[in-house]
């Protein structure tokens, strides 16, 4: 099987010649460059997590919950269009077993097209914004957020493009360095006095930092789109992709638009610092796994080896991600005291809910690897309505309790529907059904026991400093995990198996250094 961009040019970011193709490497040492790319990319959003939770710590001590509450509402709107901005090209080029100079010229100009497309729109609805959520302030919060559609729109290619040739640490140090960049332009602007606007001014930030990056590790720039380039497939596939991500968007916001709408901008302001802090954090690490699995699993050759990749990728979110959300879930009191401070711990039960949500979805998501690298987007898009619509009933059920009830609506959701989720996508194609329950089964048991643990002896400990809550809490959860390899073989054996898969990766490059 072809697989991804030619790996000498693309690896020296200068594509030459018409046709950008090249052969797969070989499965062995594809597998060490999976796992290497999962250790520097899980590397640098160990970096992005910490950055994340740092500046929501600051900015959360210089802006007020209302100013967090305008941005939330007028990013529902940024959302929408980013749903449709990307067109889902960039996973159409990453995932396309050859790709040519010609179609990443056309792909990059349609991406920017989009997002001036989106821009314009944006700066038109504006004021119907704010006049939905009673909010002037949101007129000009949208319009200058419309950039972002633009900046976007211009660096989606060049990210797919080191996305394919598997260069994840210029991946990592872009939207690293971006990130930072975005920062300290919001804690330089809410020094000085502009509120708000020192929101704005991050989402700008990280953008401009992200595309310049990108575009100085890619050392590509397009030319003119021509006649006769054979994109089709890829717009065919990236229209499927794009209804999907719109459904998607209203399964991720529902609970934002409905706590904007009914709760009013103080109650959305304290609902998204849960929602910042615990999920922006999760998808730091759960969503660049997709950016590692995507190449791999569009390059293997055999069902067992898909089958292989897939079982023990959800054992690694798993043993680590869910093992952390459990831990979250069981410290929120004093993790939000030590993050956001005590004016913010109303936040505290939103956030214990939510990490329970992010439990159940990770559990889930090796599934999007498998709709993704096999082409199932129409399948893809049928699942997510099944979502939305168990998303949209729990939030609503749960919406008369305040925004408590909105985040427990959130999290039922997601723990109704993540077996339904395996077997939805096993009526499609070939998958390990029965690993896979079994697997998740093993997760979530663990998770829970720790996670119970963890919280009772936390609750014994509520005059002890936070910090100290913590780190007594996080011994008992290791405790858990430790009793549990001792008793169980199995969990033993995938827990000692995944260390030893990092360890191979890893070993080569410590023996060249």
Known sequence: ??????????????PTGSAVTGSAPPQRSLGVRAMRGAGSVMAGQAARVVLQVGSVAVLSRLLAPRDY???????????????FRDFGLSTAAIRAPSLTKGQRDVLFWLNCA???????????VAPLVAMWFRQPELVGMARWLALVFLLNGAVAQYRAGLNRSMRFNALVASDLLGMLFGIVVAVVMALTGWGYWALVGQQLGTGVGVLVLAVIYSRWLPGLPRRGTKVGSMVKFGMNMSATQLVGYVNNNVDTIVVGSFLGVVPLGLYNRGYQLLMRAVNQFRGP???????????LETREQNDRFIV???????????AGLAFCAAAAVPIIDIFLGQQWAEVAPI????????????TAYVGYWIYLSRGLT???????????????????AGLPFGIIGVAAGFALSDALSWPVSIWWLSRFTPMPVRALYGGAARVLGLAAVSGVASNLLIRQLGGWPSIAQIAVGLLAALASYGL????FPRVRSEVLDLFRLFLRAWRPRAAKS
Do not use: N, W
């Open 1 to 14: 099987m072809t697989g991804g961009v030619e790996d000498k040019d693309a690896e020296e970011g200068v």
């Open 69 to 83: 509450g305008l941005l939330a509402m007028v990013m529902v709107v940024v959302g929408l269009g980013e749903a």
């Open 114 to 124: 989009l997002g001036a497309g989106f821009a314009a729109l944006l700066a038109l």
């Open 289 to 299: 796994t997709t950016t590692i699995a995507l190449p791999v699993l569009s390059r």
């Open 312 to 322: 023990q990728g959800q054992l690694a979110l798993g043993y680590s991600l869910v």
């Open 351 to 362: 956030f214990a809910l939510l990490a329970v949500a992010a439990i159940f979805q990770t």
């Open 378 to 396: 129409k399948h893809l898009l049928g699942y997510t309505l099944i979502g939305v619509a168990l998303r949209v009933g729990c939030i609503l």
């Open 484 to 487: 549990a390899m001792l008793i």
